[in-house]
């Protein structure tokens, strides 16, 4: 059974930095990859990066230069460092298992403001 927890979201003002973790005590991280989408309010989610398992790397050209998605496969954590924080940024971040939309934690809120 997958149990995903994120931890690290907060408020931060615009320019600033988080790093978003996520520890899965399933046994499906190393096959499907992971990933990390987010919803802003009234909007629908998105997704925001992606790695495999061999650590190939998918951004949305939104997040691009500015977040980088690694993950400690050893650890099943993932992370997200995200810099240069915008406040279309702030959402609520969810760790996902795979690339499709569904297997994810409860979120982390992500508030960017002054």
């Known amino acids: 059974q997958v149990q995903l927890e994120e931890s690290g979201g907060g408020l931060v003002q615009p320019g600033g930095s988080l790093r978003l973790s996520c520890t899965n005590s399933?046994?499906?991280?190393?096959?499907?990859?992971m990933s990390w989408y987010r919803q802003a309010p009234g909007k629908q989610h998105e997704l925001v990066a992606f790695?495999?398992?061999?650590?190939?790397?998918k951004y949305a050209d939104s997040v691009k230069g500015r977040f980088t998605i690694s993950g400690d496969n050893a650890k099943n954590t993932v992370y997200l460092h995200m810099n240069s924080l915008k406040p279309e940024d702030t959402a609520v971040y969810y760790c996902?298992?795979?690339?499709?939309?569904?297997?994810r934690g409860q979120g982390t809120q992500v508030t960017v403001s002054s």
């Open positions: 996902n298992v795979g690339l499709l939309f569904g297997l």
């Open positions: 399933g046994s499906t991280f190393n096959r499907s990859g």
């Open positions: 790695i495999t398992r061999d650590g190939i790397t």
